[in-house]
T-cell receptor, first 110, second 112 residues
């Protein structure tokens, strides 16, 4: 059965720290991996990754995919309180459906 | 540009009642889907549509119906509400199956 596992489930850090969120997957005929940020309402898109080893970057956020080891990481540097959210990982399977992880709840303390 | 619009934002139903959650997108996206989100679980696919007139079941379709008469609209019908359907529901659309999903603001449904 296809599955996406995120770790840790929750994380509390102080403002200014760097965090790394993990997403591992077992999905038949992987097509892409997506990261989303969810702050109390709709998930908002961060990155889509399709190729191993190519880093995607947006400001303080970056992400990379390892298709050999079947995982991705999302890094956030110099964290701010506005980064507090649930971060969701999803993988597109052979039928182009999104298989979602349970999310990592990130809390940034001032 | 409204994106994906869901209504209502909140709803309380009694067991056995029926209702329709509305979803509309103005981006001319072909692919639309409905998810439910429960605590500690990922988003689970209820139904999806790859274009007007075409719908299919997702992971958890029981108790729900959908239709797609136009590209813009994709309503979700709860036939006879049960407490197990208490959840947050999200509608999403994608331009193609290979692009990112855009989400509506969600509907928090409570069935008592």
């Amino acid at each position: 059965e296809d599955k996406v596992v995120q770790s840790p489930l929750s994380l509390v850090v102080h403002e200014g720290d760097t965090v790394t969120l993990n997403c591992s997957y077992e999905v038949t005929n992987f097509r892409s991996l997506l990261w989303y940020k969810q702050e109390k309402k709709a998930p908002t898109f961060l990155f889509m990754l399709t190729s191993s080893g190519i880093e995607k970057k947006s400001g303080r956020l970056s992400s990379i995919l390892d298709k050999k080891e079947l995982f991705s990481i999302l890094n956030i540097t110099a964290t701010q309180t506005g980064d507090s959210a649930v971060y969701l990982c999803a993988v597109t399977d052979s039928n182009y459906q999104l298989i979602w992880g349970a999310g990592t709840k990130l809390i940034i303390k001032p | 540009n409204a994106g994906v619009t869901q209504t209502p934002k909140f709803q309380v139903l009694k067991t056995g009642q029926s209702m329709t959650l509305q979803c509309a997108q103005d981006m001319n996206h072909e692919y639309m889907s409905w998810y439910r989100q429960d605590p500690g679980m990922g988003l689970r696919l209820i139904h999806y549509s790859v274009g007007a007139g075409i719908t299919d079941q997702g992971e958890v379709p029981n108790g729900y119906n959908v239709s797609r008469s136009t590209t813009e609209d994709f309503p979700l019908r709860l036939l006879s509400a049960a407490p197990s359907q208490t959840s947050v529901y999200f509608c999403a659309s994608r331009r193609t199956v290979n692009t990112e999903a855009f989400f509506g603001q969600g509907t928090r449904l409570t069935v008592v």
